[in-house]
């Protein structure tokens, strides 16, 4: 078996914002344009940047909530980049999505119990009796024994996402994609669902692409991270590495204003200047360049492709 749960080829998410006479788009904005990670089974992969970036529509092109524009996406070995909807059902049994807000993502006239066993019995458990325990087991997993009963504004908002969280895994997934997963939440309920999560993990053997735009959450939770900027993947490397020593001038730039245990000690704070350009005309060659300190004409010429420069450590941009 291959150690990889997920790799993504090339993978573009474009959106028409202008259409001619007969519908076609004209122009787009590339809100992931042309870009290649991997999750290994068992791994978190951090996702990181500003918004705007790409990283919660690469999560939801990923699981095919979204149709890609171009590229690969190989899930346990498998292409699913072209698979329709009913082909999808079984790809929905071994990976899941956890949202942000998880008062929008449940039914709030139905019991969460229920709305749970309406899950399992359209992947095929049609036994209620078996249904009803599945449902207890999964309770008494995310901390909330006995509580499936209950609406969900009868919940708290940490007792919601542990709903959530719930129901992703009734069909015993093997990866999750965590789509910020925790900035609805107080800081102190965030921690409870960061351990929870990683404890679920750890006892069920999950992989997870995390997507997030605070770092020290990223920092905690991932075995390697990714930053991206405008719609591209400008660094990735196990997560030690990329917090104490980022490449990249964005990496460096948006690790900088982080305070995090453990990264670079006296590190310099790097206030980046302007705003992020519009992904609809994205700068010529490295996409950065506007904002990047270090920028020379070249940067404008040619687009900087990913490049090794240590373990698992990959830097998109002309110094190196
Ligand atoms: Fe800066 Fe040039 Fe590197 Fe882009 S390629 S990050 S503009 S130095």
Redo the contacts with the bound molecule.
Sequence with gaps: MSDRILEVKNLKKYFPVKTNLFGKGTEFVRAVDGIDFHIDHGEILGLVGESGSGKSTTGRTVIRLLDPTKGEIIFEGRNITNLKKKELRKVYERMQLVFQDPFASLNPRKKVGSAIEEVLFIHGMKDRAQRRERVRELFDMVGLRGEEEKYPHEFSGGQRQRVVIARALAVDPRLIICDEPVSALDVSIQAQIINLLTSLKDRLGLSYLFISHDLRVVRYMSDRVAVMYLGKI?EIAPADEIFKNPA???SKALLSVASIKGSGKGRKKIILKGEVPSPVNPPS?????TR?????V???EAE?QLKCIGTGHYV?????
């Design positions: 400008v990249h001038p964005y060659g490295c996409r950065f360049r990047c300190e270090y920028a020379t070249y940067c404008g900087p998109g941009c002309h110094l190196y």
